[in-house]
């Protein structure tokens, strides 16, 4: 099955500064490769996502980038800002595992302003 | 977007009995699924739910602790049975909606 590998599994960094969460897959025909973060007592919340027929994806200050023959992908934040500050998950979706996504271990961001 | 509710948001139970977890969604979804998330750590997939079948269990989980219901599009429900002090934790409902995954709220379980 699909494991997915995440680094830093914590990272802080001064507000306006940028923050790269990296991951590995195993899977690939993983296709779909999602971003969620989670505030603390919240539910995840998905905030950019990218499937395996682009390179890059961009909203605003977050930004995703897909490197399919090197099964890795990376979130990147810009200008960070102290409400950034959660646990973000990676997660990818292989088109055998039955719609289901796999985790990574979660990265905690820590901007401190 | 799909709209996720749960009930109960929290629970504080006692060990060998049984909690009902219930979980609604705003829009009919042929994908749900029961995750579990243990303090500090990341999401693990309990099982999906399918309508109308028995639910697809992820290894090391079994349909006798973790019986799950999905009697329509809309509506699943998880029991956590003979609960022990290591089921404490979040329980996660997750469905797909136009290709995308959301969650809802969480019910969070604390066994003494």
């Known amino acids: 099955g699909e494991n997915v590998e995440q680094h830093p599994s914590t990272l802080s960094v001064q507000e306006g500064d940028s923050a790269v969460i990296k991951c590995t897959y195993s899977d690939s025909a993983s296709n779909y490769f999602p971003w969620y973060k989670q505030e603390l007592g919240k539910r995840p919340q998905l905030i950019i996502d990218?499937?395996?027929?682009?390179g890059e994806k961009k909203d605003q200050r977050i930004a995703v980038t897909l490197n399919k023959t090197a099964k890795h992908f990376s979130l990147h934040i810009t200008e960070t800002q102290p409400e950034d500050s959660a646990v973000y998950f990676c997660?990818?979706?292989?088109?055998?595992?039955?719609?289901?996504?796999?985790f990574g271990g979660g990265t905690r961001l820590m901007v401190k302003p | 977007s799909a709209v996720i509710s749960q009930k109960p948001s929290r629970d504080i139970c006692q060990r060998g009995t049984s909690l009902t977890i219930q979980c609604q969604v705003d829009s009919q979804v042929t994908m749900m699924f029961w995750y579990r998330q243990q303090p500090g750590q990341s999401l693990t997939l309990i099982a999906t739910?399918?309508?109308?079948?028995?639910?697809?269990?992820e290894s090391g989980f079994v349909i006798d602790k973790f019986p799950i219901s999905r009697p329509n599009l809309t509506f699943s429900t998880l029991t956590v049975s003979n609960m022990s002090p290591e089921d404490s934790s979040i329980y996660l409902c997750s469905v797909e909606f136009l290709e995308t995954q959301y969650f809802g709220p969480g019910t969070r379980l604390l066994v003494l």
């Open positions: 739910a399918n309508q109308g079948s028995e639910a697809t269990y």
């Open positions: 990218i499937r395996s027929n682009v």
């Open positions: 997660a990818a979706r292989g088109r055998n595992a039955g719609n289901m996504l796999t």
